[in-house]
């Protein structure tokens, strides 16, 4: 007789729970995806496939409201009919009859505990990697619709058009502006851009190859052309790289390595290759102040480059030469006479890869003294750094971040680290301790929420029962309160947790002091049942 009673309620339970579910992700599903549709403008095959990714994430706060919903609405619709008087005059005990909706709950809270730890990061992954697979697309699409795009990469571009050719993947009209501390600090204008995408595992690299294009920059006196220019800058995580879409193995083995964590990795190439542009600087200066006649050294395979000016500067993984510049720049295979040339401007900049970068020289304005010609510009990439400036060796350490943030204050340089220099130490630094503290925020909110669904599911049987006489949702409504009091709890936990100024024993405290509320309340509530 009770399993017959447990089975009639676990499948007027399961009924209610799977209608709620199936309304609910459908209304939720729809709004998960608005934000991709307008800031990607994703297509409509793309907005199914979106929904279908994005499930785990809507289920995650679906099922545990779907069961609220269907114990309250269950057992109270149960006790309203006085089947639950008629079973405890049976000598059913009232426990006995919460044995189905307990089993819902434990069920809820394990698939919840699963989706938010495995699931739910795998499916994002997959949303990304096809809004990535159709970024060609996205950007057409914008530009056509919107006349503008701006790329979703740590560089910010700006790309407008006056007519884009999917097709060819071709550009017309095109103006491409380098936005950078809330101003423009470069625009390149061209007739005609193609936009091609090199697909990488965990980045895609953009470039933008345009004929005849026209520069405008700081730097520039009102600007130059060139027969040929290209922009090139990684597509990097949409959403990915946020701890919250992360899965418990990948937060572990952050934690362990946080070189692993790509925001951190990119931080750190950024200050080495700051640091080594100092360091090269400090090393140009050194030899140039010696004798006025000395010349600085620079090769790769097949070049061999020595200049000298009158005063170095150092800038954003640049080094700016400035006065009187003279350039030779020869072939180390002996062929062909050296060419002296004499730029009004020059700079070396890092390319590559930043923990071992190569150098190239960037020549404007010059004149060439064998000829008598005049050149708008000149580069001469693959420089390798002297063996003073290359840091591969100073940062081969099992502790790599701890080497580069030394490194970011190192007495190396004569003068102390540039402005810059502090600035990415510092927030190399900060960004370390605070992504140790988002993986523990992150993995303490995810077990309270899955955990928390037991104790919310008994609420709402408990407040069901009780509110018997009253409308069927008025137990829903209430179970709902302790359900927000949770929510807040583990938001304002994670929060203080996260504020690197705030204690974040604190933070976890409040998150579980949540979860320890709604066990009390649940306590009192059946203490009251059974003592009915």
Request: glycine content about 8%; hydrophobic content about 45%; aromatic content about 8%.
């Amino acid at each position: 007789m009770v399993f017959t009673l447990h089975r009639y309620i676990f499948r007027e339970l399961l009924k209610v729970f799977v209608l709620a579910v199936v309304g609910l992700t459908l209304i939720l599903s729809l709004g998960s995806i608005l934000r991709p549709v307008q800031e990607y403008g994703v297509g409509p095959r793309q907005v199914l496939s979106l929904m279908g990714y994005f499930l785990p994430i809507t289920l995650t706060f679906v099922l545990p409201m779907a069961a609220l919903f269907a114990s309250a609405l269950v057992y109270g619709r149960f006790a309203s009919d006085n089947e639950f008087d008629a079973c405890r005059a049976s000598g059913i005990s009232f426990l006995t009859l919460v044995y189905p909706g307990l089993s819902l709950a434990i069920v809820v809270a394990i698939a919840n505990l699963v989706l938010s730890f495995h699931m739910l990061p795998f499916f994002v992954h997959l949303a990304e990697k096809s809004l990535k697979a159709d970024a060609k697309q996205i950007l057409f699409r914008n530009i056509e619709r919107r006349g503008y795009y701006k790329l979703p990469t740590d560089e910010p571009w700006l790309i407008y058009a006056d007519h884009a050719d999917v097709q060819s993947g071709t550009l017309v009209g095109v103006v491409v502006a380098y936005l950078k501390g809330g101003g423009v600090e470069k625009i390149y204008t061209a007739e005609r851009a193609r936009v091609a995408f090199n697909l990488q595992d965990r980045f895609h690299e953009v470039q933008i190859l345009a004929d005849n294009t026209f520069q405008i920059g700081p730097e520039d006196e009102g600007g130059f052309s060139v027969e040929q220019g290209a922009i090139s800058t990684e597509f990097g995580s949409l959403l990915t790289d946020a701890i919250k879409f992360k899965k418990i193995g990948e937060m572990k083995r952050i934690r362990a390595d946080l070189m692993r964590f790509h925001p951190i990795e990119k931080l750190a190439r950024d200050t080495c290759a700051q640091f080594t542009t100092e360091l090269l600087a400090q090393d140009i200066e050194s030899w140039l102040g010696a004798d006025a006649n000395n010349y600085y050294r620079l090769h790769s395979g097949e070049k061999l480059v020595e200049f000298r000016a009158s005063n170095v500067v150092v800038g954003d993984e640049k080094v700016k030469l400035e006065g009187e510049i003279v350039v030779i720049e020869s072939d180390t295979s002996g062929k062909g006479l050296p060419a002296t040339l004499r730029p009004m401007k020059a700079s070396l900049h890092i390319e590559g890869n930043k923990l071992a970068p190569t150098l190239t020289m960037d020549l404007h304005n010059l004149w060439i003294e064998r000829s008598g010609d005049l050149k708008m510009r000149h580069i001469i990439r693959g420089l390798i750094p002297p063996k003073d400036v290359d840091v591969r060796e100073r940062f081969q350490t099992e502790n790599v971040l701890g080497a580069i943030g030394k490194a970011s204050q190192s007495r190396v340089l004569k003068k102390g680290p540039g402005e810059r220099l502090r600035k990415l130490g510092n927030a190399l630094d900060k960004k370390m301790r605070k992504t140790l503290v988002k993986i523990r925020a992150e993995i303490h909110s995810r077990l309270v929420f899955g955990l928390g669904c037991v104790p919310m599911i008994l609420i709402g049987i408990g407040l069901g029962v009780i509110k018997k006489e009253g409308h069927l949702l008025t137990a829903f409504g209430a179970s709902c309160v302790p359900a927000a009091v949770l929510i807040v709890c583990i938001v304002g936990g994670k929060q203080i947790t996260e504020n690197l100024g705030s204690s974040s024993v604190l933070g976890m405290g409040l998150m579980w002091a949540g979860l320890v509320f709604l066990l009390l309340l649940a306590a009192m509530i059946y203490h009251r049942l059974l003592k009915s």
